[in-house]
């Protein structure tokens, strides 16, 4: 049995569209499997796809065919054996992630006069360094590339590794992973709740990419169909198991709660100037004391609601708790500053208070988060005396940027179950949004979206909070400045939203929690197993074929 490259594309054969795909001259080659990898990114939210996963991952297999059968047929001596390997990979990579993060460039646009310059690096250095996950994904696999299923299934688990990896590796970006095209039924997003989004990711990876079994001529047609039955099977478990789990989900809500979402929709260019400020306060207070209020016990305000230094600022508290009154709480995101005690260095953090009038009549700043998981170029500069000297900032405050919190917590929250606070795109991380042992009854997300105007950005974000309900069994109430304030119950579904420039307020019950989840509990341990096992049974197969060459 071989993988050929010869002959181009005759009749309707999958086998033989392979074999065309394959065959490809290299700079062809390249080019198809980038807008292959750019059409994966329709897998996601807010397009919800997945065929195009599927046919994005199939080509990808195919291309690799070709490359690694161009590096097999060279010198063996040749320092660049596998660089046309890698070459397909970064270019399917950066498709991918160019695609799906081209969003990212739009936060440069708020102050274009002093970031703008930065978008063409910020298009190609972003999502081209995170290619290079997949490239090393891809060398890895093409070390135990042969003819059969299992070539696929070590892509397969090379890639799931590696997205972890970039989970993690630098802070970790793990936006868009593979396993969130399943974001296009609610019954399969249950089974984040066993999986998480890294489990996720290699399932999804190994159902969209079987029809890549096809590239295989001396494979008998009915075992290659074998292989698609099986993925299709496994697809359908999922469901039915996520159908099942959404039957059973319950639709009651927490007693005597009632939040109030406020979603001013403050344009970001405008929202920091200093002639802004009296109005942006006052339109907070307007949305907060609308029709409705007297049914209201939470507000909740985005992140880094208004443009003033709450701790620092007892007027403006006593203003937010004259519209407050003694009965309500506020949490709300605010920038945050303390003094350092050794070098007397004003510090920023990106926090979010929880605000209550006391029986003096006082405003009380009650408990404070700050964010642990601040964003690289945005909230801080990495090497940044470095980087700073050749004229790079990060978007927010300037020289220095915030300061990151020490830790996840859970905060107490008069009149209410205790929460666990994340702030902006902490929410992203399956497995980092619970403090060990809370026992927090539901979470809220503040962020501020207005940074990437109306495109797939904030889209994605809400679907992965939607994820993390779901892994946490816990209901997400996410509160942004400008889209997409949301109430997610447990089981990710969202029960009322308020959209993308949509300027109001959201007043709903909170959703209940779900039983204890077995992701919440385990984390990626699940992952971690399935992985050993395909890797272990991806280098037993080559081994044993090894193995039998020798002998023969």
């Known amino acids: ?184 039924s609610q019954s399969l997003m249950q089974n984040a709740a066993w999986a998480g989004g890294y489990g996720l990711t290699l399932l999804a990876l190994l159902i969209f990419a079987a029809p890549s079994v096809f590239a295989i001529p001396a494979l008998k047609s009915t075992r290659s169909w074998a292989v698609v039955l099986s993925a299709v099977l496994v697809l359908m478990a999922m469901w039915g198991w996520g159908a099942w789990r959404l039957g059973a989900a319950s639709e009651d809500v927490v007693d005597q709660i009632r939040l109030r979402l406020v979603q001013p929709s403050v344009p970001q260019a405008e929202k920091w100037l200093p002639s802004n400020k009296r109005s942006v306060l006052e339109l907070y207070l307007q949305l907060t004391a609308e029709e409705g209020f007297d049914d209201v016990t939470h507000v909740i305000w985005p992140e880094s609601a208004v443009p003033y230094i709450l701790n620092r600022e007892p007027l403006r508290l006593a203003e937010i708790g004259a519209v407050l009154g003694p009965q309500k709480t506020l949490l709300t995101g605010a920038v945050r500053i303390e003094s350092d005690g050794q070098t007397g260095e004003r510090l920023f953090f990106n926090a979010l208070h929880v605000a209550k009038v006391s029986e003096s009549g006082e405003t009380e700043l009650l408990s404070t988060y700050d964010k642990t998981h601040l964003v690289p170029f945005g909230e801080y500069l990495p090497a940044s005396d470095l980087l700073e000297a050749i004229g790079l900032k990060q978007l927010t405050f300037g020289a220095g940027g915030y300061s990151s919190g020490r830790e996840l917590m859970t905060l107490e929250v008069p009149g209410a179950p205790n929460v666990v606070p994340l702030i902006c795109y902490e929410v992203i991380f399956p497995g980092h949004i619970l403090p060990r042992g809370t026992d927090a009854q539901w979470i809220v997300n503040v962020t501020n979206d207005a940074w990437f105007g109306d495109t797939s950005g904030p889209r994605q974000h809400l679907a992965m909070a939607q994820f993390r309900a779901i892994e946490a069994g816990l209901p997400v109430v996410r509160s942004a400045n400008n889209g997409i304030s949301a109430i997610i119950d447990a089981h990710g579904r969202v029960r009322a939203s308020l959209d993308l420039n949509e300027r109001g307020y959201l007043d709903s019950d909170l959703p209940v929690s779900a039983a204890k989840t077995l992701y919440s509990s385990t984390g990626d341990g699940l992952f971690y197993v399935l992985l050993l096992s395909l890797a272990g049974l991806v280098v037993g197969a080559y081994y044993s074929r090894e193995h039998q060459a020798s002998r023969a």
Request: with cysteine; proline share 4%.
């Open 1 to 184: 049995m071989s993988i050929t490259t010869s002959g181009a594309v005759q009749g309707l054969s999958l086998s033989r569209l392979a074999q065309g795909v394959s065959a490809l001259p290299k700079k062809w080659s390249y080019a198809f499997v980038f807008l292959a990898g750019a059409s994966g990114a329709l897998a996601l939210a807010p397009f919800h796809l997945p065929v195009f996963l599927i046919v994005a991952l199939t080509v990808f297999v195919w291309s690799l065919d070709g490359a690694y059968l161009r590096a097999k047929n060279a010198e063996p001596t040749s320092s660049r054996k596998y660089r046309d390997v890698a070459l397909v990979a970064w270019f399917f990579g950066f498709g991918y992630h160019l695609a799906g993060l081209y969003w990212i460039g739009f936060a440069f646009l708020v102050e274009a006069e002093a970031f703008a310059w930065m978008i063409p690096f910020v298009a190609v250095l972003m999502p081209g360094g995170l290619a290079l996950f997949t490239v090393l994904a891809a060398l890895v696999a093409v070390r135990f590339w042969r003819p059969g299923v299992v070539r696929i299934i070590a892509l397969c688990v090379s890639l799931a590794l590696f997205e972890w990896l970039r989970g993690h590796v630098l802070t970790g970006f793990p936006w868009n992973l593979y396993g969130y095209a399943f974001g296009f």
